[in-house]
């Protein structure tokens, strides 16, 4: 799933959970449960790849995806910290996954082999793009709601 949707889904737990611990790993473990829907994620093979040449696109992408969140909540929500925190906490998920893959290690590999093989399964089934991109956009459209409920 593109990051937009994970850290509006984090901000949004965030948003509604006051208490400030339970919304932190909702928002984390709330990652692992939108992953588990068929999505499409976007190329960053470059950077696991460190063909640092080649990266900007890969890092454009993901600056993009921060950053457009970033104002949706600043937009959307009552910019509490701790949504900011959770929207935060949402990307971990993933930065864990680039980071194995750039510094490979036991726990990082396992984390990676657990949400690349376990939890993303459905991205190894034959599923129609549209399918794929309209969970993001439900899961978009419903945080984004979510975060005006204040």
Known sequence: ??????????AATGSIIKNPI???ILALFGHYFLDLFPHVDYSVDN???KDWKKSLPDISKIS????????????FSSNDLLVYICAIVALIPDSMT?????FPNKLFSWHDYVHTQKIHFLKYKKISNFWRVLTQLIAISLSILLLTLR
């Open 1 to 10: 799933m593109i990051l937009l949707a994970h850290m509006l889904f984090g």
């Open 64 to 75: 993009l995806d921060i950053f457009s969140a970033l104002l949706i909540i600043f937009l």
């Open 98 to 102: 680039l980071i194995s893959k750039l």
């Open 47 to 49: 950077l696991k790849n």
């Open 22 to 24: 339970l919304a932190i």
